[in-house]
């Protein structure tokens, strides 16, 4: 579970640094790429899918119901909200990269493209984010294993099992 979550977290970052709107120079191309736009939005979705995924099973096990599975899962939440909320705003750049004015310096087309940074530049911010809250879920996790290894393996297993009731002595009868 901990190399999963890693790996996810991994992923999530990479993501949020990779899908650039902007071009080199700090500003939105001339003509913006539709189709690397729309790409944005489906590695958003898969992403989503995954953590969803993880977040679905683990919410199934017993695990996630303790103190810190409890809290596991509620990271694990955080990452499938935003992760959720990231590819729709990647789409809606695209949209608006469809519907630029071809006209530069005009009102329209600038306030169209201020529109598309917010929408990309919060979507990948929303990556970052479940990024963030996966690698949590990870500490927590590491934290709750190295309680356990503090313990005695005869303390982890929980009570002894407990002793017979008492035979009731023939004066009783």
Not at 13 to 33: E, Y
Not at 86 to 105: V, Y
Not at 133 to 140: F, G, H, M, P
Request: charged content about 20%; overall charge positive; proline content about 7%.
């Amino acid at each position: 579970m901990i190399g999963e979550l890693q790996r996810l977290a991994s992923r999530f970052k990479d993501a949020s640094r990779q899908l650039a709107l902007l071009d080199d120079t700090g500003h939105v191309p001339a003509s913006p790429d539709f189709s690397a736009l729309i790409h944005h939005a489906e590695a958003a979705q898969a992403l989503s899918r995954d953590v969803v995924q993880l977040t679905s099973g683990f919410a199934r096990t017993a695990h996630s119901t303790n103190r810190a599975g409890s809290t596991v899962l509620g990271h694990l939440a955080i990452a499938a909200t935003m992760s959720c909320s990231a590819a729709p705003l990647f789409a809606q750049t695209a949209e608006a990269a469809l519907a630029l004015p071809r006209s530069h310096g005009t009102v329209d087309r600038q306030q169209k493209e201020g529109r598309m940074v917010l929408d990309h530049a919060t979507a990948r911010a929303y990556l970052r984010r479940a990024s963030e809250s996966l690698s949590d879920a990870v500490k927590e996790l590491h934290g709750h294993l190295d309680f356990h290894r503090f313990f005695p393996a005869s303390m982890r297993q929980g009570p002894a099992t407990p002793p017979p009731p008492p035979r009731q002595s023939p004066r009783t009868r």
